[in-house]
């Protein structure tokens, strides 16, 4: 079965920073593309972050772009959301997911496919 589980999140003070963590087990690590997705309170779930399935390429949403840089480790299954210069606008619940089969266009990550994690939160205040 395909676990996703994670973790880091947390309530920090604008401007701050968190390091979130997605540790997966149950698949292939390296041929799946990773993504971040966040639910703010009260609306839907939106497009972070994606990595490809060789870490070669990135896609950033363009409300993150300059403070968050997603990277993977393959050596330990896990995909990682490198938060800095967070803002109250960031406060979401944070998901991890992964996919097969494609690429760094938006198109590829507007549905809700593939396999997901359970939410980490993240607060932040002003």
């Known amino acids: 079965q395909v676990q996703l589980v994670e973790s880091g999140g947390g309530l920090v003070q604008a401007g701050e920073s968190l390091r979130l963590s997605c540790s997966t087990s149950g698949l292939t690590f390296s041929a799946n593309a990773m993504g971040w997705f966040r639910r703010p309170p009260g609306k839907e779930r939106e497009f972070v972050a994606a990595i490809s399935h060789s870490g070669g390429s990135t896609l950033l949403t363009d409300s993150v772009k300059g403070r968050f840089t997603i990277f993977r480790d393959d050596t330990k299954n896990t995909m990682f959301l490198q938060m800095n210069n967070l803002k109250p606008e960031d406060t979401a619940v944070y998901f991890c997911?992964?996919?097969?089969?494609?690429?760094?266009?938006?198109?590829?990550?507007?549905?809700?496919?593939?396999?997901w994690g359970q939410g980490t939160q993240v607060t932040v205040s002003s």
């Open positions: 997911n992964a996919r097969s089969g494609v690429t760094m266009d938006i198109l590829d990550w507007l549905g809700p496919f593939g396999s």
